[in-house]
């Protein structure tokens, strides 16, 4: 029985929507604690991207460059470098 190309088939489930929340918020911890820089982890999910291109696997390509392009956006970026700043600032006043 051959498989027909769906319309939706591009459209990603409730499910990995999640995951990929859950893991964006994992490279924005590691990245604002300074755990690892943005062109590190885009280089390293560049070349995941790769692996998938070679398999022919388009719709882990489209994920991947979602993530990517959330690892190198430079108002992320900004935001981080300011969460930093905060992060290392002593409280004011007294409690």
């Keep these: 029985m051959a498989t027909e190309d769906r319309e939706d088939d591009w459209q990603l489930r409730d499910s990995e929507l999640a995951l990929m929340d859950a893991i964006k918020t994992i490279l924005e ?3 604002t604690a300074g755990i690892a820089k943005p062109s ?3 280089k390293m999910l560049d ?3 790769q692996k998938y291109m070679q398999k022919r696997m388009p719709n882990a390509v489209v994920v991947m ?5 959330f690892v ?4 992320r970026e ?4 300011q969460l930093r700043k905060i992060l290392r600032e ?3 006043g007294s409690a």
């Design 29 to 31: 911890i590691i990245m």
């Design 40 to 42: 590190l982890i885009d």
């Design 47 to 49: 070349q995941q991207t």
């Design 65 to 69: 460059g979602l993530i990517r392009k």
């Design 72 to 75: 190198k956006d430079e108002q």
């Design 78 to 81: 900004e935001h981080r470098k």
């Design 90 to 92: 002593s409280p004011a």
